[in-house]
């Protein structure tokens, strides 16, 4: 017979504080200026030094890689938490043109 191997259970009522990260996100999001979406803060807090990152300066900011001890995809999944709790806000940009994109 064979018995399925019981998989531990992982508690919900567990609270882990991740202040710092959300300092850093912050701080990447105001070092970037607030109009660059999603991916640029994360690749800034992750320390990757990406084409856009470079031509806006962000590899020199002290907020470059602060992040580093987490991975970018880490961060990735971190910010729609952040989003959810209300400490971050995605605004859609207008376009001279009229257009509007989030």
Do not use: M
């Not at 018995?3 to 701080?27: G, K």
């Not at 970018?72 to 209300?86: C, D, I, N, T, Y």
Request: hydrophobic share 35%; with cysteine; aromatic share 8%.
């Amino acid at each position: 017979c064979l018995n399925p191997r019981r998989q531990p259970s992982v508690s919900s009522s567990v609270e882990v504080d991740f202040t710092a990260e959300c300092l850093i996100l912050l701080d990447c999001v105001f070092a970037c200026g607030g109009f660059t979406g999603r991916g640029v803060p994360l690749q800034v807090a992750a320390g990757h030094c990406s084409q856009q990152v470079r031509s806006k300066k962000l590899h020199q900011h002290r907020a470059f890689g602060s992040g580093g001890t987490k991975s970018h995809s880490w961060w990735k999944a971190f910010l729609p938490h952040v989003l959810q709790r209300g400490l971050l806000q995605e605004k859609p940009a207008r376009l001279a043109s009229g257009f509007s994109y989030a």
